[in-house]
């Protein structure tokens, strides 16, 4: 009989972890990097009471309007993006604007990305971010 209330109550905490929760975010007029930061923060799980590092957060995140963003300083001319492949000479190099202008989604998403914890569950978390460029 204790052993059906164990299992009982561990159905019943695995019913409520499962739960998916849906943030919708809109980030027009919003800084770039405080608003990654604050998506990472609520994709790992840690506004949640129940916060437990090893196990995977349920929670979504929808971002839209990304074009309408805003950055502070002069950073879309001024931050540059390298990528080496190893051989010589073969650095490449782009400015955010450069990027921005390309795919603002890719941009954002690899910026969350770096943000999160760096280990297995780190790409298991980013599919719960969804962008709508709106």
Known sequence: MLRSEATSQS???AKFLEK????????SNQTFGRLASRIAHVLRGKNSPSFTPNILPQEKVIVENISKISFSGKK???KKYYRHSKYPGSIKMATL???WDKDPREVFK???FD???KNRMRSKIIKNLIIRNG
């Open 115 to 117: 943000m999160l914890p």
């Open 20 to 27: 998916i929760l849906e943030h919708k975010i809109d980030a």
């Open 110 to 112: 690899k910026t969350v």
């Open 97 to 99: 604007r450069e990027r």
């Open 11 to 13: 159905s019943r905490r």
């Open 76 to 78: 879309l001319d001024k």
